[in-house]
């Protein structure tokens, strides 16, 4: 008996940016009804594989092999003629048309009709997203929420009939619920014979979804394995090349410090008396679904949304905080969850990005000084093990982990008091995520008021002292030592969990 010929085959694929080498030797195998995990630090050449296959780049050499069939992908649109799906690592949706238009795009641009409201296209539309959440297909694609703005770049490919489906980090802006759904439908594709690709950056993820598991590491293959035979630390270790030590670092050991920032009663659309304190010392998270108004708040207090009232103290004295140019200049700053909207300028070098909030810090007689940006940027960057060849280097260059390092860098460049981070390592590896995560207690014992957000549970209670919970707007709890458990949280998450009495105090507060 001889075997099928495997569905994709990628050999000794080569790819050099410049002086930049992203792949010395990228092999993968893909067989039909397969879900095939690809793991890698950031900026292993993950991402530059997949686009390899899709046409989007071309190897500098190697070859591609298609059902045993050598081929030449020379564009995405071959690669969708020869049954390739992509849902990319960045969304890139048309803000201004419909959400059934943009999942019907290939096909709209095609018949050159507009179908904007079309009631067939908006009933096909909302046919492939009923299996993936409740979406509105006529919405304009500009107005849904990042994690439903992922669901449509996934219906969008859904709707290819494709052979191979390609999905980098497809989860990494998705909520637990919303993953498992994909998850389901993933499994159902593999059953009748889709091959598909899955780049995530969450062990738990691979190891519950995938049969097997293909490592790079500095764009070279390092290992392919059946899940069944292989367990996540080995993942990990061939990853990172290393044994890494602990995941977490310690908690606050001794008693928290003074308050860095009070906010009390804040109250806007969207949320309502909402009070915390940050202490010197320690890390408080924000934990809550999709929606129940976690990132509306940190917005609301450094003024980027909304017109929030209520009371803030910065050491101990009451602050009027006008806008966030203000507020950087007071030292409270915020990472966007957002990153390609409002965490980095993608088309500026990473020297620019870094010194953008302050160019003060950087000006030789009121003129920036490209040396000491330069400077400014590769000092940040080494703490935080940017990976770039040169600062000069635009941030879109970069590796979707690697942007992130830049976003955080940006904030860090201000030497701020108080930092809310949304989503801090979101997309980023295991690796520079321990770093980051070190980064963030160091910056905690310093004295910065440090406030994470983050939809990943396992991030939130190894990290943080002390974790708000939020649901429908309000605070419903508070968690902390033993009590900071998974359950705990998703108990006070959920909607109507915060009980009348709660609520009534706290309005009258
Ligand atoms: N267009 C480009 N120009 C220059 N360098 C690039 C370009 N695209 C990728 N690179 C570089 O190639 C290397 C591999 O990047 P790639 O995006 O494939 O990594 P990745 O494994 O997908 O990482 P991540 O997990 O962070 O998404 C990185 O060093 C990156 O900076
Ligand atoms: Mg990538």
């Known amino acids: 008996m001889t075997l099928p010929s495997p569905l994709l085959q990628l050999t000794d694929i080569a790819k050099s940016f410049g002086a930049v080498r992203a792949l010395r030797s990228g092999q993968f195998e893909l067989r039909a009804g397969e879900i095939h995990a690809l793991a890698g630090e950031n900026g292993a050449g993950k991402s530059t594989l997949m686009n390899i296959i899709d046409g989007i780049l071309q190897p500098d050499s190697g070859s591609i092999r298609i059902d045993g069939h050598s081929v030449r992908i020379d564009s995405p649109a071959m690669a969708q003629r020869l049954g390739i799906g992509f849902v990319h690592q960045e969304i890139a949706l048309c803000a201004d048309i419909s959400v059934a238009e943009n ?6 641009a095609q018949s050159r009709r507009r179908l904007m409201g079309g009631a067939d296209l908006i009933k096909r539309a909302a046919e492939v997203l009923a299996p993936l959440g409740d979406i509105d297909p006529r919405l304009p694609a500009g107005r849904l929420s990042i994690s439903q703005q992922q669901l449509v770049e996934i219906a969008k490919a859904l709707t290819l009939d494709c052979r191979i489906l390609i999905l980098d980090e497809p989860t990494a802006a998705l909520t637990e619920h919303e993953a498992q759904k994909l998850f389901g439908i993933m499994r159902r594709l ?31 293959h390092i290992r392919t394995d059946r ?3 292989i367990t996540p630390a080995d993942v990990v270790n061939a990853m990172v090349g ?21 906010v ?11 009070s915390f304190a940050l202490h010197r ?13 976690r990132s509306e708040i940190a917005r609301g207090v450094t003024r980027l949304e909304g017109n929030a009232r209520g009371e803030v103290r910065l050491d101990g004295a009451p602050v009027v905080l006008r806008d966030y140019a203000d507020c950087i200049a007071k030292g409270i700053v915020y990472l966007s969850e957002d990153r390609k909207g409002d965490g980095v300028f993608l088309d500026l070098p990473i020297a620019a990005n870094v010194s953008a909030l302050d160019l003060s810090r950087v000006a030789r007689r009121g003129m920036v000084d490209a040396a000491r940006e330069t400077d400014q940027a590769q000092r940040i960057g080494a703490t935080l093990k940017l990976k770039a060849a040169s600062m000069a280097h635009r941030v879109a260059s970069l590796s979707g982990g690697n942007q992130q390092k830049v976003a955080l860098a940006k904030l860090l460049a201000v030497e701020p008091k108080v930092i809310f981070l949304d989503e801090p390592t979101r997309g980023v590896d295991v690796g520079a995520k321990a770093e980051i995560h070190g980064i963030l207690r160091a910056l ?15 991030e939130l209670i190894g990290l943080c002292d002390r974790v708000l919970v939020v649901s429908e707007g309000r605070v419903s709890g508070e968690l902390s030592g033993t009590d900071l458990t998974e359950t705990n949280i998703m108990t006070l998450a959920a909607p109507g969990a915060i009980s009348g009495a709660t609520a009534l105090s706290g309005t009258l507060a």
Do not use: W
């Open 103 to 108: 999942i019907f795009m290939a096909e709209t």
């Open 190 to 220: 593999a059953d009748k014979g889709m091959g598909i690709i899955y780049i995530s950056h969450r062990m738990a993820e691979i190891f519950q979804i995938c049969d097997r598991v293909t490592v790079m590491r500095d764009g070279q």
């Open 227 to 229: 899940i069944a035979d």
């Open 242 to 262: 290393r044994q890494l030590d602990a995941l977490y670092p310690p908690k606050l050991a001794g008693p928290r410090g003074p308050e860095i920032l009070s």
């Open 264 to 274: 009390a009663n804040l109250t806007d659309r969207r949320y309502k008396d909402v």
């Open 281 to 293: 010392g320690e890390i408080l998270g924000f934990a809550g679904l999709i929606g129940a108004g």
């Open 444 to 458: 905690a014992e310093s004295g910065v008021g440090v406030a994470v957000i983050s939809s990943e549970m396992p």
